[in-house]
Nanobody, 130 residues
């Protein structure tokens, strides 16, 4: 059971990137991908990891940190076991390693709580130059 985050890179301020998070295999243990809420978190150098965004099992509900609201958009394609994070109007303060994480929908009662997520990807670096 693995989550693979990709799509990071170096971009100028004001630019865009799209991150992807793909789950390996059709199921995580005994549950299909559609049973999972997927969250995005980021960690900047010298700072604690923080919540960025989350998306419900069917994409019907999305959640964002205030710092990215209006600039980032989460979506998912369950047929591809993939969640996306479209990041527009990037700022230097968005520079961080971005992680995706998955947790069963009935356990993610607070989408921003990292400890509730069971599976984590390896992270992808996003660097925004000024």
């Amino acid at each position: 059971v693995q989550l693979q985050a990709s799509g990071g890179g170096l971009v100028q301020a004001g630019g865009s990137l799209r991150l992807s998070c793909t789950a390996s295999g059709r199921t995580f243990g005994t549950y299909p991908f559609t049973e999972y809420t997927v969250g995005w978190f980021r960690q900047a150098p010298g700072k604690e990891r923080e919540f960025v965004s989350a998306i419900s099992w069917n994409g019907g509900s999305t959640y964002y940190a205030d710092s990215v609201k209006g600039r980032f958009t989460a979506s998912r394609d369950n047929a591809k076991n993939t969640v996306y994070l479209q990041m527009n109007s990037l700022k230097p303060e968005d520079t961080a390693v971005y992680y995706c994480a998955a947790g069963l929908v009935h356990t993610i009662v607070v989408v921003s709580s990292q400890r509730l997520y069971d599976y984590w990807g390896q992270g992808t670096q996003v660097t925004v130059s000024s």
